[in-house]
């Protein structure tokens, strides 16, 4: 069990058309985890569930969303009371 809450750059970044985005959870909470735009929208969401302790991987896949172009997308997580953003990005 992860001593504390990570979340980790994705892998691999610039990516086409997928990427995994992974995390740590020292703790079973509610996790959500979604992805926007570079103008704030959302594009999707990932998770929104609760998951148990342990490492996390997430396969964020492009192609799922046709109305994605190239450019910078920012993945967001809220698990529990921890928050974090990172950015990303879209090669077409």
């Not at 103008?39 to 109305?67: D, M, P, T």
């Amino acid at each position: 069990i992860p001593g504390s809450f990570l979340l980790y750059q994705n892998y691999p970044n610039p990516f086409n058309p997928s990427t995994t985005i992974r995390f740590e959870l020292n703790k079973s909470e509610k996790v959500v985890l979604r992805v926007f735009n570079s103008l704030g929208e959302q594009v999707g969401i990932l998770v929104n569930r609760v998951l148990g302790a342990g490492v996390h991987e997430v396969i964020f896949n492009s192609n799922k969303y046709s109305s994605l172009g190239s450019g910078i997308y920012y993945y967001q997580i809220i698990a529990g009371e921890n928050t974090q953003t990172k950015g990303m990005i879209l090669v077409k």
